[in-house]
């Protein structure tokens, strides 16, 4: 069988509830998955939600931007309503799609992209003028999709589903075993700063001569931005990230 991350310890960054698929790729694929949440995802209490989410049925659309917007929103919906059968769902990305199926929603259009962009691509949200459109999204984030559409003609609202923070946790022991440490993964500007936070200056200078996996441009730039000295640039989701690694220390054993 081959073992192409042999002897790689990666250390994978996402969010604890996760970071399975991808640690579990690592090691079939002969590495160690050393696992380090830089970012935590916190849900919005369905309550707060409960006066927007109630109105459901008077939106034509809703738009879910992540896996966390996915599971977090429904379950925000289904705390207080049901999700009515003429909504038209749309998910940014095919991961955030298998999420929203998983739950129960089948129905759902995704871009064969990863992003806003893609999204607001699809000749469905083209002619939106007069529709009412809901994002489920973390609390923050871009606002080229909302604006797009809004001048598109489309009254847009949000649901803010779960907020994103930093952890409270002892980065000692990862500091302490960075020599071994072969790439970072992370999937957000967001968790690489996070990280940073978490080892400290004399941390953060390990961390930037360390080989850095993003699956995204617009993470790369900010990645280089902040100062990392090599960042790599996947394919979208675990599975670009995994493939990425491969390819990559193939080339470089």
Known sequence: MSSPLAGRVILVTRPAHQSAALAEGIRDAGGEALLFPALEIVAVDPQALAPLLNRLAEYDLAIFISPNAAQFGVAAIRAVAAVPDALEVFAVGPGTARVLGKMGLSRVTTPPGQDSEALLALPQLDQVAGRRILIFRGVGGRPLLADTLRARGATVDYVECYRRQCPETDAGPLRQRWAEVSAVTIASAE????????????????????????????????????????????AGGDAGLLQGLINWFREHP
């Open 191 to 234: 968790t690489l700063h996070n990280l940073a936070t978490l080892l400290g200056e004399a941390g953060t200078t390990l961390l930037r001569a360390t080989p850095l996996f993003v699956p995204h441009a617009k993470i790369a730039e900010a990645a280089r931005a902040f100062g990392m000295e090599q960042v790599i640039v996947t």
